[in-house]
Nanobody, 118 residues
Framework: VQLQASGGGLVQAGDSLRLSCAAS????????VGWFRQAPGKEREFAAAINWRVSQVRYGDSVKGRFTISRDNAKNTVDLQMNSLKPEDTAVYYCAAGPWPMTRGTYWGQGTQVTVSA
């Protein structure tokens, strides 16, 4: 499974940003897809995940209520809508595919930088 993340950028606190992860390869819909993030000097942190086959989603505590993950089965894409962004959301965001509930990823895409200025 190959994953391609896009949509990062520089925004101000309170703004919104939408990340997209395009999945391709052998049967990507067999896996859940999640977003993780890693800030400088910190460990990688789980943000959100969605199961392709059933409508299951879960969020990390730090993004719950602000981020929304969604999927487009026809396009094999998973989006992460990020609202009310905070400077502490600044990180490299990675999409990953793996078994539900996505406590860890099996396949990883390249990261996309999200920077939120105060």
């Amino acid at each position: 499974v190959q994953l391609q993340a896009s949509g990062g950028g520089l925004v101000q606190a309170g703004d919104s940003l939408r990340l997209s992860c395009a999945a391709s390869g052998r049967n990507p819909s067999a896996y859940a897809v999640g977003w993780f993030r890693q800030a400088p000097g910190k460990e990688r942190e789980f943000a959100a995940a969605i199961n392709w086959r059933v409508s299951q989603v879960r969020y990390g505590d730090s993004v719950k209520g602000r981020f929304t993950i969604s999927r487009d089965n026809a396009k094999n894409t998973v989006d992460l809508q990020m609202n009310s962004l905070k400077p502490e959301d600044t990180a490299v965001y990675y999409c990953a595919a793996g078994p539900w509930p996505m406590t860890r990823g099996t396949y990883w895409g390249q990261g996309t930088q999200v920077t939120v200025s105060a």
